[in-house]
């Protein structure tokens, strides 16, 4: 997650949170990340409102790796109205594809 764009203007603060899971629901440790299974970026107080840089980045080179490894990231940002945490956003993609999977999601996105 290299930044946001076009943030509401009440935005205060932005944190992005990144796991990874198994289809069993456990966490899955990234070697590239100290073997951390959460990873988190805020952005620094310096940071454009509407546009804040994260730099969030992990490299996942396992050498072993759950066929069902799903990416979740996580949006969360302060209310500078309320000063309440809300989250902004999630997404969850998984890591690996199957040829068919491919193919569909590319067909799907045309």
């Known amino acids: 997650v290299d930044a ?25 440790g990234l070697t590239g990340a100290g073997g951390a299974t959460l990873l988190r970026a805020t952005a ?19 050498a072993r790796m759950d066929p069902t ?17 809300a989250v902004l956003g999630k997404v969850a993609v998984p890591l690996f594809f199957t040829p068919d999977e491919a193919a569909a999601a590319a067909a799907a996105a045309a």
């Not at 992005?16 to 899955?28: C, I, Y």
């Not at 490894?69 to 945490?85: K, N, Q």
């Open 69 to 85: 490894a799903t990416l979740v990231l996580r949006a969360a940002v302060i209310d500078a109205r309320t000063g309440e945490a």
């Open 44 to 62: 620094p107080a310096s940071a454009r409102a509407q546009a804040p840089a994260l730099g969030l980045r992990v490299e996942v080179r396992e």
């Open 4 to 28: 946001f764009k076009g943030l509401p203007d009440n935005v205060a603060g932005v944190r992005v949170v990144a796991e990874v899971f198994s289809a069993s629901g456990q966490r899955v």
